[in-house]
């Protein structure tokens, strides 16, 4: 899968996710736990078995990075805002 390709998967994932919460059909923190069980089910499914610890070393190295930077990211656009 290209680059390209995952960038617009992920960004429909986030869409439908954010729309769900806006409708509340989904709370935050079910989003969040749907986010989680789609990276599972991707590593259960997708990547070979013999893969599967390395795949989840990524995820566990890369997702406290990710939302530290989005978290930072919300914390900038509320102060600019409130300003």
Known sequence: MSKEAQINLRDTMVTALA???RM???TQVEA???CSDAC???IATMIPEANHAEA???VIEKL???VKAHADQVAA???ARSN
């Open 19 to 21: 729309e769900a919460v």
């Open 24 to 26: 509340d059909v989904l």
């Open 32 to 34: 969040m736990a749907a």
């Open 40 to 42: 599972a089910a991707i």
């Open 56 to 58: 989840l070393d990524i």
């Open 64 to 66: 406290p990075r990710q």
């Open 77 to 79: 656009y509320r102060k």
